[in-house]
């Protein structure tokens, strides 16, 4: 029996799909680790087809993602290491919330229930689909300028559009809009039960340049997953953005988010 999971599950987020973790899915492969970067369900495939066919995503809510994470987690020998960036750093979140996982990292999660108030950038950046009621069923993608507002903003122009062609597609409204009424919907998807006693450590990364989820944000989860029994810390960035999974320093973030969860990961006990 291993002293340290030997799974690491990432989740990526809104906007974005699996290469979008190409940079540490290598990186943590190379230290010995499996990884699995499954897509929300729906989205798999080469991202030119998940772009052109948005008909099998558009309608996906955080359960199905959450439920689908489930099943592939569930279905592994041992608990893994769970990460989740944005939307996937929230789906993170549920998944611990469900007594999976032997410890969590999420990086800029998006907003739990219990999260009351959104600062400007973040309502700028979810408006392109909440502005219109129509996307609750629709996938809806960011322009390149959009994305240079919610992902890039410490990038150049051409730097951005280079990443927005590289890793941005389409995303689900439906998701954003179970979090904008998350704190108005009794038996929300984001609804987070910390007092328990099941939840794994977590780890919550800020990101102070981050326009779609400002590291207020970050900082409002942690003060309501504190309430668990079980270790639960918050490490900021003050100079890296929501593109903080790509930005250059990644390796830092990565290794960051790997040595925390490993010292404090619940490992089974030997039988």
């Avoid at 798999?44 to 994470?69: C, F, M, S, W």
């Avoid at 973030?253 to 010292?263: I, M």
Wanted: charged residues 25%; proline residues 9%; neutral net charge.
């Amino acid at each position: 029996m291993p002293d340290r999971p030997d799974t690491i599950v990432l989740v990526h987020g809104l906007w974005l799909n699996p290469l979008s973790w190409e940079k540490w899915i290598e990186h943590y492969k190379a230290k010995g680790f499996n990884v699995l970067a499954p897509a929300w369900p729906g989205m798999e495939g080469e991202i030119d087809q998940v772009r052109r066919n948005t008909k099998p995503y558009e309608n996906l809510g955080v359960a199905e993602i959450a439920d689908h994470y489930e099943r592939i987690i569930r279905a592994l020998d041992e608990p893994p290491i769970i990460m989740g960036h944005s939307f996937g750093g929230a789906i993170t979140e549920v998944l611990l919330d469900r007594g999976l996982g032997a410890a969590g990292v999420a990086i800029s999660p998006a907003p739990i229930k219990g999260i009351l108030a959104l600062p400007p950038s973040s309502l700028k950046v979810a408006s392109v689909a909440l502005k219109n009621p129509a996307n609750r069923h629709k996938a809806v993608a960011l322009t390149p300028k959009e994305f240079h507002y919610g992902f890039t903003n410490t990038l150049s122009d051409d730097e951005s559009r280079r990443a927005y062609e590289r890793y941005a597609i389409p995303g689900p409204g439906r998701v954003l809009f179970q979090a904008a009424f998350s704190n108005f919907t009794p038996g929300s998807p984001l609804k987070i039960h910390p007092e328990s006693g099941k939840r794994a450590p977590l780890l919550l990364m800020a990101n102070g340049q981050d326009h779609t989820v400002p590291a207020s944000v970050t900082k409002s989860a942690f003060k309501i997953q504190r309430k668990a029994s079980s270790p639960t810390e918050i490490k900021e960035y003050p100079d890296r953005s929501h593109y903080t999974f790509a930005l250059d320093g990644w390796e830092r973030v990565a290794d960051d988010a790997l040595e925390w969860a490993t010292q404090h990961a619940r490992v089974p006990a030997p039988v």
